[in-house]
T-cell receptor, first 116, second 116 residues
Framework: AQTVTQSQPEMSVQEAETVTLSCTYD???????LFWYKQPPSRQMILVIR??????QNATENRFSVNFQKAAKSFSLKISDSQLGDAAMYFC?????????????FGKGTLLTVNP | NAGVTQTPKFQVLKTGQSMTLQCAQD?????MSWYRQDPGMGLRLIHY???????DQGEVPNGYNVSRSTTEDFPLRLLSAAPSQTSVYFC???????????????FGAGSRLTVL
């Protein structure tokens, strides 16, 4: 079974600085998707960024980028120029490609605090 | 366009009571699913559906029933609530197949359930 591990239960960063959240996963599949979701205190799950395993290029979305290392099964999230609104729980998630289950396997989350 | 709507947002039940969490989406998504979120556990898949009349079990299905009579609605039923079902429940939906962002899950705002 696939597993997703987030080894940092909590992280903090100063406003305007950069922080990296770690995620590793275990799978025997060669094609899959990886996601980072943000959950602010409002509880809403918000997609931050998505990576297809067959793409070697790291995904970026404005201040958010990933470092995808397929051989190492690592998928870290870098937040640049951190803002107070970035404070939230961040979840890394894995999904197999193909089929119709569309099941997401989540890590346990990293709580990010942004200090002014 | 309301997206994924969950009701109620909060509910308190006594052990043994029954209730239904409602989920509706207006995006014509074929795929719908229910997750539960517990502290320190991330989100785990309860049940999912790939279309009207088709449902299947996820990772933690015991104690829950689902049905899918229409494309729009996917209710989650607790027939005899137990304290172990105290959790936050999320409904999520997406298109099936497709490429790019077409099959990214859209989450509802969550329903917090407490079973005494």
């Amino acid at each position: 079974a696939q597993t997703v591990t987030q080894s940092q239960p909590e992280m903090s960063v100063q406003e305007a600085e950069t922080v990296t959240l770690s995620c590793t996963y275990d799978t025997s599949e060669s094609d899959y998707y990886l996601f980072w979701y943000k959950q602010p205190p409002s509880r809403q799950m918000i997609l931050v960024i998505r990576q297809e395993a067959y793409k070697q290029q790291n995904a970026t979305e404005n201040r958010f980028s990933v470092n995808f290392q397929k051989a190492a099964k690592s998928f870290s999230l870098k937040i640049s120029d951190s803002q107070l609104g970035d404070a939230a729980m961040y979840f890394c998630a894995y999904r197999e490609s193909g089929g119709s289950n569309y099941k997401l396997t989540f890590g346990k989350g990293t709580l990010l605090t942004v200090n002014p | 366009n309301a997206g994924v709507t969950q009701t109620p947002k909060f509910q308190v039940l006594k052990t043994g009571q029954s209730m239904t969490l409602q989920c509706a989406q207006d995006m014509n998504h074929e795929y719908m699913s229910w997750y539960r979120q517990d502290p320190g556990m991330g989100l785990r898949l309860i049940h999912y559906s790939v279309g009207a009349g088709i449902t299947d079990q996820g990772e933690v299905p015991n104690g829950y029933n689902v049905s899918r009579s229409t494309t729009e609605d996917f209710p989650l039923r607790l027939l005899s609530a137990a304290p172990s079902q105290t959790s936050v429940y999320f409904c999520a939906s997406s298109y099936l197949g497709g490429v790019g962002g077409a099959n990214v899950l859209t989450f509802g705002a969550g329903s917090r359930l407490t079973v005494l």
